[in-house]
């Protein structure tokens, strides 16, 4: 907010000294994501030192630390690529919604990815995260469809409308999952391990099958970032630029719907990532969306292999799942948000 | 009822009836014809639970076994299974009711319900983090109890302004059933698979297995409050005129408030504490109360007893509905409520109230 307080179409760099604000962000951004990467590596139910792990990439060190630290290198990579798709994906629906509170968790997207993967588990025997990747995508699909449906039918789309959409699709699917799972205890069994929202226990499997998803949903993303700058001056002063209001929108929603599809069904539904991050990003850079969306990539992976290794340090020698992690970080950061809320409506 | 037509007859041309000079009770003639139809309704629906189904008492006995006479299955039936269940639910339907009555009176907001506002992820919250933490020591229900008050002691500090602004309202709540989802889905993960059931099962909202104590207690809650909603019933009719009217008027609106918040959630603590957070009938019962009629004014009346006929209704569905064998009856209410919720919606949008 500091740099630029008008949507510039353009110009990034326009001013040589927010250009050098801004490389400085960046080249602090990545110093911390390099920091979360190795205390990802390095914390644990048996942490090893910074030494260690240096060790470790010089091939240096001792075969027990090696398994220790390599055997850290999945999560760390899920946490990277799940971060990097919510924070992504957030950054897209609050540009494509014009709405700051919309997050893949809050619209439904969540909610479908569950149901959908639930029905596989109970009705059609899938079993293995690659299995429940390629049945969460459609389901966070259809949800993060018929939200945007629901949220924008009779008029324009609101500030609180898409949220409410999304709640309520919630609440029927979650008493659909309730109603699959409470009567197949296996299905409960291996649901309530999956919605909790955690990056350990699973393998690089996981990570491969989602990746495809992840970097076409974030391709896409990198490519609207200037469509999106325009949508922010408003659809007609957009469409007079000539730029397509409603093409970059769906695009937009198609991109944030697989990048938090992609995650959703890596690592479970985690809230808020997709939520806080993009309003951090856009006080350090402001509103051009391509360099949010380019810090977002950054800020979003930091934060959830934060989140990790807290969850890992804080109840040792048992874990707090990262989605319990970011809903205790979020949701005072949303309200707090909500006392800064302007309007009476 | 018959009381309450003749009171409404004699005493109260404009459609109050009074006890004295401070309760006012409005009543209308198509609310009383209304409420009658409810009632009958339910009693519909009681009948139907007491006796479908393969442990059900036969049509015919149930007159006899109601007033005394009824032995070996039917007894047991009565007395131990569905009995108290029925009771349980027509207390907590109607409390339920009440309440949601109560908060979308108060807060001019048909959005202003205990669901909304996170009282039933922080029920479950706190039901949850007892059962884990403080196993056998502490009754779930006292953890449900002290949850969801802190669920929404938090959202009224954390909205700035109360209960009155819809949308930070719904916001608040939002992030704070958020937080308390996320408890309750890690101790879920972190439990025995059996007990995480029982539990799952719990934070839903359940009337499975409850017993004549658990009925006494609702009931008890619900006796207390209904004077008490009676004696401010006409001042919130006034306070839903806007608050300088009713200052006007001469009614205190912020002690109205005060009091009616207050009534509003003894009574959907106590439901808490009974059957768990069950979903949407706070929110629901009111609004159908309202269309039924469609007069202005709380319906505190209607609204109990709508919501005890939805309870009982949606319980019905939970004991005899083959596709899902015994489901807590909170899913039930959330799948129905939900559907009706995004009606509502989608209502309010047209009318760009919201």
């Known amino acids: 907010m500091a740099t630029t307080t008008h949507a510039p179409p353009s110009g990034a760099g326009t001013s040589r000294t927010g250009a050098a604000r801004r490389a400085s962000i960046l080249i602090l951004g990545l110093a911390v994501l390099a920091l979360a990467l190795c205390a990802s590596v390095m914390y644990g139910s048996r942490s090893t030192s910074f030494g260690d792990v240096v060790d470790v990439l010089s091939g240096a060190a001792d075969p027990n630390i090696t398994t220790i630290i390599e055997s850290r290198y999945p999560r760390t990579a899920l946490g990277v690529l799940a971060g990097l798709c919510l924070a992504v994906a957030g950054t897209l629906m609050q540009g494509v919604s014009r709405n700051p509170l919309a997050d893949p968790g809050l619209l439904g997207i969540n909610a479908g990815a569950s149901a959908s993967i639930v029905t596989a588990t109970a009705f059609f025997g899938a079993t293995g995260s690659t299995a429940t990747m390629w049945w969460a995508l459609p389901g966070a699909l259809i949800a993060g469809v018929l939200v945007h449906v629901i949220g924008s039918s009779g008029g324009s789309t609101g500030l609180v409308r898409l949220v409410l959409a999304g709640a309520v699709l919630s609440a029927v699917l979650m008493a659909y999952i309730q109603a699959v799972t409470l009567g197949r205890p296996k299905v409960f069994d291996s649901y309530r391990y999956w919605v909790v929202g955690a990056l350990g226990g699973r393998d690089f499997d996981v990570f491969m099958s989602v990746l495809p998803f992840a970097a076409t949903g974030f391709v896409i993303a990198l490519v609207l970032g200037p469509g999106l700058n325009t949508l922010a001056l408003g659809d007609a002063t957009a469409a007079s630029l000539g730029a397509h209001p409603a093409r970059v929108r769906a695009g937009g929603l198609f991109a944030a719907t697989l990048l938090s599809a992609a995650a959703t069904a890596a690592v479970g539904p985690i809230a808020f990532v997709g939520l806080a991050v993009p309003h951090v990003v856009r006080v350090l850079v402001g509103v051009d969306f391509r360099l949010q969306i380019a810090f977002s990539a950054i800020a979003g992976p930091t934060l959830l292999l934060a989140a990790d290794v807290v969850g890992r340090i804080v109840l040792r020698p048992q874990e707090l799942m990262v989605g319990v992690v970011t809903a205790f970080i979020g949701a005072p950061a949303l309200l707090i948000a909500v006392r800064r809320m302007r309007g009476s409506a | ?354």
């Open chain 2, 1 to 354: 009822m018959t009381a309450d037509q003749a009171g409404f007859r004699t005493a109260s041309p404009r459609g109050f009836l009074t006890l004295g000079r401070t309760v006012a009770v409005p009543v209308r003639r198509v609310s009383v014809v209304t409420a009658l139809v409810l009632v009958l309704l339910t009693a519909g629906a009681a009948t139907a639970t007491l006796t479908l189904g393969r442990l059900g008492i036969p049509l015919a006995d149930l007159a006899g076994a109601l007033t005394g006479g009824a032995e070996g299955k039917d007894a047991f039936v009565l007395e131990r299974l569905r009995g108290p269940r029925l009771v349980v639910a027509l207390g907590t339907g109607a409390a339920l009711g009440l309440s949601g009555a109560l908060f979308q009176s108060v807060t001019r907001n048909p959005l202003g319900s205990p669901d909304v506002i996170g009282l039933g992820s922080g029920a479950g919250a706190g039901a949850a983090i007892v059962a884990l933490m403080l196993p056998d020591t502490v009754p779930v229900s006292l953890g449900a109890l002290a949850g969801a008050l802190l669920a929404m002691l938090l959202v009224y500090v954390s909205t700035g302004t109360g209960f009155r602004n819809p949308a930070r309202l719904v916001v608040a709540g939002i992030g704070v059933a958020a937080v308390c989802t996320a408890i309750t889905q890690y101790v879920v993960y972190a439990m025995e698979r059996d007990q995480a059931s029982v539990l799952a099962a719990y934070v839903n909202g359940s009337l499975s297995a409850r017993a004549w104590d658990d009925a006494s207690a609702i009931w008890l809650v619900l006796l207390a409050a209904a004077p008490l909603c009676a004696l401010i019933a006409r001042r919130l009719d006034i306070g839903e005129m806007g608050d300088d009217i009713a200052a006007g008027l001469g009614s205190e609106p912020q002690k109205t408030k005060t009091a009616a918040v207050l009534l509003a959630i003894v009574l959907c603590a106590g439901a808490v504490s009974v059957a768990g957070p069950i979903a949407f009938i706070a929110l629901t019962a009111p609004q159908i109360a309202k269309r039924l009629t469609r007069v202005s004014g709380p319906h505190l009346l209607l609204s109990a007893v709508t919501g005890a006929l939805l309870l009982v209704l949606a319980d019905l569905a939970a004991q005899q509905l083959p596709l899902f064998d015994n489901l807590p009856v909170g899913i039930y209410t959330m799948a129905i409520g939900g559907a009706y919720l995004g009606y509502l919606l989608t209502r309010e949008w047209r009318r760009g109230v919201l």
